[in-house]
């Protein structure tokens, strides 16, 4: 019965996403989440997302490219990291609804909002991933470019990444660049949560946590930013 359940699910994914789903045992495994145990989903989604990362990295940079002719590297690199951040395959996910689908355990199911942000935009990859190697990369691309059409049609220069602005704006002070401390990591092997503390010459550290160092440290640095009034965020 769950079997059923399960393949009528994966129908209205394909109908909703507008792409066939020939290999259910492969989306399966595109919605599947680590914290998963004891059903015989052995594995999860992570080496999809390893794969759907580069797959949507391509499409918008190869989009990119030929839409800003006139745009240097670092400003075609500035729109890539906005548009392939986390959170902006999280509001993908969002619109597709996808979190709806994703098979994951009992902890995980407790988790709401922002604090699932990365596992929606997990499931965004690695399901390009599972579209890229069924259907083959225009269908990928396809894909990608109908979900991401009017953000990659915005005219706008991506802001700088926290990190970046910081160093920037460090400099101006001083030499000296901003330093990196890893205080603390907390949590499940499979969902770490890693405390950073950001020391800048000439006014008060900072903290940022994330899944990652690098997620952790860039929370950090628009800690700082927006304390000192550099930025706000968005929204």
Same mark, same amino acid.
């Given at each position: ?7 009528k ?5 394909? *109908?909703?996403?507008g ?9 399966e ?13 052995? /594995? ?14 391509? !499409? ?6 030929g ?19 986390? *959170? ?13 689908? !994703?098979r994951?355990?009992?902890?995980? /199911? /407790? ?9 929606r ?6 399901l ?16 990608? !470019? ?61 903290e940022?946590?994330?899944?990652? /160092?690098?997620?952790? *440290? ?18």
């Amino acid at each position: 019965m769950a079997r059923v359940k399960r393949e009528k699910t994966l129908d209205a994914l394909a *109908e909703t996403i507008g792409v066939p789903i020939r290999d259910r045992e492969r989306f399966e495994r595109a919605l599947t989440h680590a914290s998963l145990q004891g059903d015989g989903a052995t /594995k999860s989604y992570e080496r999809l997302e390893f794969l759907g990362d580069r797959v949507l990295g391509l !499409v918008i940079a190869e989009r990119l490219f030929g839409q800003f002719p006139e745009a240097d590297e670092g400003e075609l690199s500035l729109r890539l990291n906005a548009l392939v951040s986390a *959170e902006a395959c999280a509001e993908i996910a969002d619109q597709i609804g996808l979190f709806d689908y !994703v098979r994951q355990g009992s902890d995980l /199911k /407790k988790l709401k909002g922002d604090r699932t942000r990365n596992i929606r935009a997990d499931l965004v990859e690695s399901l390009i991933a599972a579209i890229y190697l069924g259907e083959g990369l225009e269908t990928a691309r396809d894909f990608i !470019v109908r979900h991401w059409g009017e953000r990659l049609d915005a005219d706008v220069i991506a802001r700088r990444d926290p990190k970046t602005a910081l160093q920037e704006w460090a400099h101006q002070s001083g030499p000296t660049p901003p330093r990196y401390e890893t205080i603390d990591r907390s949590g499940p092997d499979h969902e770490p949560v890693f405390t950073i503390r950001v020391v800048v010459e000439g006014v008060a550290p900072a903290e940022g946590q994330g899944r990652s /160092k690098r997620i952790a *440290e860039q929370e950090a640095a628009a800690a700082v930013l927006r304390r000192e009034g550099v930025w706000k965020d968005r929204d």
